[in-house]
């Protein structure tokens, strides 16, 4: 009787385990999300403090910028449309945009540069609709180069502005 009655209780069991389904339907589901709950996009990975530099900024590219300039090309107008769609539908992402600069130049200078870059990052997010009060901007000049090399196409991957998120 009481082998019955588990291999009863084991069968409902199961049976119960094969009808749950993992996924919601209707719209009520949200497409960041992922299973263990952290915010995701399109398998990109979206950490707190996470960055764009090395993809952990969910749907969020770095922009890069000409030598001595802060002048946004098309390629980056490109990459902040792409990053101003994806801030509008995640409302609650909140960004710190680093502005950098390679090896050259001064302290100071590179410093100011760096600003420059932010800032024409934010304003353009802003432009395209995304709360300002979202965006902070700092700059690290040359202090923080992502590549270490002494050549133009060490300088060019440092001349940047990259995303960090500050609240998801």
């Known amino acids: 009787m009481k ?3 588990s ?20 719209d009520d589901s949200d497409p960041i999300t992922g299973s263990d709950g952290e915010m995701t996009d399109q ?27 802060s002048t946004l090309s098309d390629a980056a107008r490109s990459i ?9 539908t995640n409302s609650a992402v909140q960004v710190q945009v680093e502005g950098h600069a390679d090896e050259r130049g001064g302290v100071q200078y590179n410093l100011a540069l760096g600003e420059r870059r932010a800032n024409a990052v934010r304003d ?3 432009a395209m609709g995304v709360d ?8 690290y000049g040359k202090e923080r180069p992502l590549d270490l090399g002494h050549d133009e196409a060490a300088w060019a991957r440092n001349r ?9």
């Open 80 to 88: 902040l449309d792409a990053n101003a769609s994806f801030l509008k």
């Open 132 to 139: 300002s009060s979202r965006i902070t901007t700092i700059s």
């Open 160 to 168: 940047r502005a990259n995303f960090v998120v500050t609240a998801k």
């Open 3 to 5: 082998a019955t009655f």
């Open 124 to 126: 353009y997010l802003v």
């Open 43 to 69: 398998g990109l990975s979206l950490e707190l403090n996470g960055s764009s530099d090395n993809m952990s900024a969910g749907g969020l590219s770095t922009v890069y910028f000409a030598f001595d300039s």
């Open 7 to 26: 291999a009863l209780f084991l069968v409902g069991a199961l049976f119960l385990a094969g009808c749950s389904s993992s996924t919601q339907s209707g």
